[in-house]
């Protein structure tokens, strides 16, 4: 991922893109995709598909991406002659840095996962969830940058980050942020010197045969710290799937909407957050018992100090989903 993003920057620096010739490199491990620069300095893809299976279908023109299909390439690669060939132009429309580097990262995924010679069907497939998750970009996230950094930290830091992405919500609205099926935790975040935390009702009584923990930890802006990109690339540097990598990339950018720029410009203190981070069963965090609640109620959401909560020093369960953390 980062040599891709270096083979960019290095285009970037030579940039030889005219009206009718594009300056391009190979995408590494492909024979057939390209990675180029747009005469105004921005990135795009060239994606060559199985040339029997192309069919005719409209370009997708968005505020922030465009993708034209089957279209005849003259391309330039700087270490050989030039090539002439049909290919689907992937292109970012956007001169901001952050989210240049977040579309590069993600149309490899995308490349990688279709592999060198992908069918016309299954290329049309994964772009349209691209262009989708680029639609979003204008709208509010529904998360801050600071409770899915959290929530990637958790991630990072643990011992099964296979096992975590698989059980990491598919939308940010989900109860739980981590839900295998059986067992469930719940990451809680603050940028204070005190352990208050909001919980919905629901959140501390879950149904009786789960087991939930909470995960508590101080993520506090710093001009020297991790980005929500340092924790991706460190999370990529594990070794997990390509199909993990992929869902990191998309809950990232569905959950933050326009704050998407801000991925690489906002930094925590990544050192604090793990000396910090605690770990508590949620039968023992104070809360309002559901009973309690009349039925014309809902919504119910508090604050709660777990300061002086008893957290745990080790799992002593069988749930695969807390025996992934780094507890």
Same mark, same amino acid.
């Given at each position: 991922?980062?040599?891709?993003?270096?083979?960019?920057?290095?285009?970037?620096?030579?940039?030889?893109?005219?009206?009718?010739?594009?300056?391009?490199?190979?995408?590494?491990?492909?024979?057939?995709?390209?990675? !180029?620069?747009?005469?105004?300095?921005?990135?795009?893809?060239?994606?060559?598909?199985?040339?029997?299976?192309?069919? $005719?279908?409209?370009?997708?023109?968005?505020?922030?991406?465009?993708?034209?299909?089957?279209?005849?390439?003259?391309?330039?690669?700087?270490?050989?002659?030039?090539?002439?060939?049909?290919?689907?132009?992937? %292109?970012?429309?956007?001169? &901001?840095?952050? +989210?240049?580097?977040?579309?590069?990262?993600?149309?490899?995924?995308?490349?990688?996962?279709?592999?060198?010679?992908?069918?016309?069907?299954?290329?049309?497939? %994964?772009?349209?969830?691209?262009?989708?998750?680029? @639609?979003?970009?204008?709208?509010?996230?529904?998360?801050?940058?600071?409770?899915?950094?959290?929530?990637?930290?958790?991630?990072?830091?643990?011992? $099964?980050?296979?096992?975590?992405?698989?059980?990491?919500?598919?939308?940010?609205?989900?109860?739980?942020?981590?839900?295998? !099926?059986?067992?469930?935790?719940?990451?809680?975040?603050?940028?204070?010197?005190?352990?208050?935390?909001?919980?919905?009702? %629901?959140?501390?009584?879950?149904?009786?045969?789960?087991?939930? +923990?909470?995960?508590?930890?101080?993520?506090?802006?710093?001009?020297?710290?991790?980005?929500?990109?340092?924790?991706?690339?460190?999370?990529?540097?594990?070794?997990?799937?390509?199909?993990?990598?992929?869902?990191?990339?998309?809950?990232?950018?569905?959950?933050?909407?326009?704050?998407?720029?801000?991925?690489?410009?906002?930094?925590?203190?990544?050192?604090?957050?793990?000396?910090?981070?605690?770990?508590?069963?949620?039968?023992?965090?104070?809360?309002? %018992?559901?009973?309690?609640?009349? $039925?014309?109620? &809902?919504?119910?959401?508090?604050?709660?100090?777990?300061?002086?909560?008893?957290?745990?020093?080790?799992?002593?369960? $069988?749930?695969?989903?807390?025996?992934?953390? @780094?507890?």
């Amino acid at each position: 991922m980062i040599d891709l993003i270096e083979i960019y920057s290095n285009l970037s620096s030579n940039n030889n893109t005219t009206e009718n010739l594009f300056s391009v490199e190979p995408i590494p491990n492909s024979l057939n995709h390209k990675i !180029g620069i747009t005469k105004d300095g921005r990135p795009l893809f060239f994606v060559r598909c199985t040339p029997e299976n192309e069919v $005719n279908v409209l370009d997708n023109n968005l505020e922030l991406i465009s993708v034209k299909f089957n279209r005849k390439c003259q391309l330039r690669l700087t270490s050989s002659k030039n090539i002439s060939d049909y290919f689907t132009i992937i %292109e970012l429309l956007s001169e &901001t840095t952050d +989210l240049q580097e977040y579309f590069i990262q993600v149309i490899y995924i995308l490349i990688k996962e279709i592999g060198d010679s992908p069918t016309f069907i299954q290329l049309k497939n %994964e772009v349209d969830k691209i262009v989708n998750l680029f @639609s979003k970009f204008k709208k509010a996230g529904s998360k801050s940058i600071q409770g899915i950094w959290a929530e990637l930290f958790i991630i990072a830091s643990s011992v $099964n980050p296979e096992y975590l992405i698989n059980a990491w919500h598919v939308s940010p609205s989900d109860k739980f942020d981590f839900n295998d !099926g059986v067992d469930k935790i719940e990451v809680k975040s603050t940028s204070k010197c005190y352990r208050k935390h909001f919980f919905s009702l %629901e959140q501390l009584n879950p149904n009786s045969s789960s087991h939930l +923990l909470i995960a508590s930890l101080y993520a506090v802006q710093s001009g020297v710290g991790k980005s929500i990109m340092d924790l991706v690339e460190l999370i990529n540097k594990k070794s997990i799937s390509i199909e993990s990598s992929k869902k990191i990339h998309l809950i990232v950018g569905e959950t933050l909407g326009s704050d998407i720029c801000k991925i690489s410009q906002t930094y925590f203190d990544f050192n604090l957050a793990l000396d910090s981070l605690k770990f508590y069963e949620s039968e023992c965090i104070p809360k309002i %018992e559901a009973a309690s609640i009349p $039925n014309e109620i &809902t919504n119910v959401k508090f604050e709660c100090d777990i300061s002086y909560c008893q957290s745990l020093k080790t799992v002593n369960t $069988n749930s695969k989903l807390h025996q992934a953390l @780094s507890l």
